[in-house]
């Protein structure tokens, strides 16, 4: 095992982290800009392993920056909110998320996040500037099928910023071999607030909001087109969301 994946299983470490994480980012989104938080009664009452959080994406870090966020709060029994950050004295730390390695290793901040519990997949590669995008290969799903045996999960099954994208097959494949509860959450506003990274901000007071749904009745049984339509509807990013308005659009 490389020494930074042996680094980010010190618990001590990870909590360390998020709370340098969570200091850093608390302002701009619960003080310069407005964060809506609904559906966390969904949450609470979930088991510590074996749940996949599936989500539309819009920056590359500003979002998950939120989940980590929620997600001690919600250890410290906030509902809906997050308030003053005192959770960040006792941080929840059993959840991973999905990241392309790409992005991953640009600077100081990423790195960090590396330690923070990315799972690193190689979700694209480039030729000629050209951005070709491909499924999760098999030493990936496995890496994040391991991750959820003992905690949970984020990914984002466009794996891009761009709305309305097709959604990866590898997730589906996750959920039938893995058997997660599935809980499929919808964020916006993130894109009018940060740049794509989402590690600038481009604009105060925006509203940002996140809404977590209860989770998905899946038959496990399904083809993975059937699932990975599940959901896809579930975080609307399938075509029958695509004309509903603008809200729904981050150009």
């Keep these: 095992m490389p020494f930074t994946e042996k680094l980010k299983h010190i618990k001590l470490l990870r909590k360390l982290i998020y709370v340098i994480i969570g200091i850093i980012t608390y302002p701009v989104i619960a003080i310069f800009n ?21 989500s539309n994406h ?15 709060a919600i250890k410290w029994r906030k509902k809906n909110r997050l308030g003053i950050p005192f959770y960040l004295l006792n941080p929840f730390t059993r959840v991973y998320f999905v990241a392309a390695e790409e992005t991953m290793r640009t600077n100081w901040l990423t ?11 190689k979700r694209t590669w480039r030729y000629e500037s050209t951005e070709i995008r491909r499924n999760l290969d098999p030493s990936d799903t496995r890496k994040i099928q391991k991750a959820l045996e003992k905690n949970w999960v984020i990914t984002f ?6 709305p309305f994208a097709p959604g990866r097959k590898g997730t589906a494949h996750i959920i039938k071999n893995s058997k997660p509860i599935v809980v499929p959450v919808v964020i916006n ?8 990274k989402g590690l600038k901000m481009k604009k105060r007071g925006v509203q940002l909001s996140i809404t977590f749904k209860p989770p998905l009745v899946i038959n496990y049984e399904d083809s993975v ?11 609307e990013q399938s075509k029958k969301y695509m004309l509903k308005g603008a809200h729904h659009r981050n150009s």
């Design 189 to 196: 506003g993130f894109w009018r607030a940060f740049n794509k």
């Design 157 to 162: 099954p466009q794996g891009t910023t761009k």
């Design 34 to 54: 407005k964060l809506k938080i609904e559906g966390t009664e969904y949450v609470a009452s979930l088991p510590k392993k074996n749940v996949l959080f599936v």
């Design 111 to 121: 790195r960090l996040f590396i330690l923070a519990g990315a799972l690193t997949v």
């Design 58 to 72: 819009q920056t590359y870090f500003a979002d998950v920056m939120v989940f980590i966020h929620i997600f001690c």
């Design 225 to 235: 087109d059937d699932i990975l339509g599940q959901v896809m509807d579930a975080i």
